[in-house]
C-alpha cells in the first residue's frame, strides 16, 4: 500500500514537470517572436516589446484611433520589425481667411507658419497674420492673413511708395504715420475702403502765414480860393509828400504754392501831408484907357483899323520888344471868356492882350506900341516867352494887324 502511494506521487511530481516545461517552452517560443518598437504618439515617446504584426495592430493595442487626416508613419499595413519606430500624429481643424476669403483645412502641422506653407499661401514680409507665424497651432485654430499692397502717396506735392495692410485711408495715415495738421486735407472721403486697385492716397498740406508790408500813401491835393490872385492863377503854397501804410495780409498756401491774399488790417504809419494849391479868384473887369481918349467913336475908330496912336508912358517899368499877333473873341475853339474871367464877346472894344504869366503877371496894366494901354488878363497855347497876342474887336482888325515886333511896357 506504501509502495502504491509513493509510485503514485512520483508519477504527479513527473506530470507537474513536464507541464511547467512546457509551458516554459511555449512562453520561450512566444518572446522569440515579440518585437522591440518605438512610438511617437502626439510628441509622447513610448518603447514598448510587442506581438503585433503591423503598425495598425500596434496602434490599435495603445487605443489610438487613426482618422482619415491624422499622419502615420510608417504606413499602417507595414509588417512590424525589430527597433521599428512609429509615429502618429493627431490632424487638427483649422480655419484659414486671406484678405476675408475663408477656407478650413486638416492639418498636423505645428505651427501657423508651417499651416500656410502646407497650403500654398504665399506670405511676404509686409503681410500682417494674426497669429504670429511661430504661434504653435491648436484644435478649430483661427488663422487670418491680410495680404499688403503698395500705396501711393502725394504728400503736398512729394511722392512716395508705401506697402500697407490696411482698410480705410484714415487707418492707412495712422499705421503708417502720417500726421495731419488743423489746415490739411485729404482728398477724397478719408473712411473709404481703400484696396490695390485705388491705391492712392492724396493730402493737401494748407498752411496759413502773415505778411506785413509798408506801401506808399497818395496825398491830397487841396485847393483854396485866393481872392488876391487873379481868377485862372495857381501857387502852390504846400508841397505833397507821401505818407507810409502798413497793411497786414493773411496768405493761404497750398502744397507750398499762394491760393489767396487777404487783407486783413490797414495802420498809417506815417501821415501824407497833402499838397496845398491857392487858386485865384479875382476877377479883373477893365477897358481900353478911356483917360486917355475923349469919346467913345474916337476908341472903336482906333480899334477897327487894330492901332493906336497913344504916346509912349514916360516913367520906369519893364520894357521888352515881344512878338505880337491879334485875335478875336470869336476864334477857332475861343469861348470868349478869358483866362481871368473877362466875357471879351460882351466886351468887343475892351484893350486886353494874352501873355506868358512867367513873363508878364496876368492883371498887370501894360503899354503896347501901336495898341495902347491894355490888361494882360488871357493866356494861350502858342503864347510863350516873349510873345503876346492882342485882342481885336473883329476879324478885319486882327487880319489888319497881322504879326509884327513890338514895344512893351509893363507899368504896374
Not at 225 to 245: I, Y
Not at 284 to 306: F, I, W, Y
Not at 370 to 397: S, W
Request: include cysteine; glycine fraction near 6%.
Amino acid at each position: 500500500m506504501s509502495q502504491k502511494n509513493t509510485k503514485g506521487k512520483r508519477i504527479a511530481v513527473l506530470l507537474i514537470a513536464l507541464a511547467l516545461f512546457i509551458t516554459t517552452t511555449s512562453l520561450a517560443l512566444i518572446d522569440g517572436k515579440k518585437k522591440n518598437v518605438t512610438l511617437d504618439l502626439n510628441g509622447k515617446q513610448i518603447e514598448l516589446r510587442t506581438a503585433a504584426s503591423t503598425v495598425e495592430e500596434v496602434l490599435a493595442a495603445q487605443d489610438v484611433e487613426v482618422k482619415p487626416h491624422d499622419h502615420v508613419e510608417p504606413a499602417m499595413t507595414t509588417p512590424l520589425e525589430n527597433g521599428l519606430a512609429i509615429q502618429w500624429e493627431e490632424a487638427k481643424k483649422v480655419a484659414v481667411a486671406v484678405d476675408g476669403d475663408t477656407q478650413e483645412l486638416w492639418t498636423t502641422k505645428k505651427t501657423v507658419q508651417e499651416v500656410l506653407k502646407e497650403a500654398a499661401i504665399e506670405v511676404t514680409t509686409h503681410d500682417e497674420v494674426e497669429p504670429a507665424l511661430s504661434t504653435a497651432v491648436s484644435d478649430n485654430q483661427p488663422i487670418t492673413v491680410a495680404k499688403a499692397f503698395q500705396v501711393t502717396v502725394k504728400d503736398g506735392g512729394k511722392e512716395s511708395k508705401h506697402w500697407s495692410t490696411s482698410t480705410t485711408v484714415a487707418d492707412f495715415l495712422k499705421d503708417q504715420n502720417i500726421r495731419l495738421n488743423n489746415l490739411d486735407k485729404v482728398e477724397g472721403d478719408s473712411k473709404a475702403q481703400l484696396t490695390s486697385s485705388n491705391a492712392v492716397v492724396s493730402i493737401a498740406r494748407v498752411e496759413k502765414v502773415t505778411d506785413v508790408v509798408e506801401v506808399p500813401a497818395d496825398f491830397k491835393v487841396k485847393r483854396k480860393t485866393d481872392l488876391t490872385m487873379l481868377k485862372g492863377q495857381e501857387k502852390v503854397t504846400t508841397e505833397g509828400k507821401k505818407g507810409k501804410v502798413q497793411e497786414k495780409f493773411v496768405i493761404t498756401k497750398k502744397n507750398g504754392k499762394i491760393v489767396s491774399r487777404e487783407l486783413v488790417s490797414k495802420q498809417v504809419v506815417e501821415e501824407p501831408t497833402h499838397k496845398v494849391v491857392n487858386v485865384g479868384a479875382k476877377v479883373v473887369v477893365a477897358s481900353a484907357d478911356t483917360a486917355k481918349s475923349t469919346n467913345k467913336a474916337q476908341t472903336a475908330k482906333s480899334a477897327n483899323v487894330g492901332v493906336s496912336r497913344s504916346n509912349e508912358p514916360s516913367g520906369g517899368g519893364k520894357e521888352f520888344y515881344a512878338n505880337a499877333s491879334a485875335y478875336t473873341a470869336y476864334c477857332t475853339g475861343c469861348s470868349g471868356i478869358t483866362a481871368t474871367g473877362v466875357n471879351l464877346r460882351a466886351n468887343p472894344n475892351m484893350k486886353l492882350i494874352a501873355v506868358d504869366p512867367r513873363v508878364i503877371p496876368l492883371g498887370s496894366k501894360v503899354w503896347v506900341e501901336g495898341y495902347g494901354y491894355a490888361i494882360a488878363g488871357d493866356t494861350g497855347g502858342a503864347i510863350k516867352g516873349n510873345r503876346i497876342d492882342l485882342h481885336m474887336p473883329t476879324k478885319e482888325a486882327a487880319y489888319q494887324f497881322g504879326r509884327r515886333q513890338v514895344k512893351i511896357k509893363v507899368i504896374n
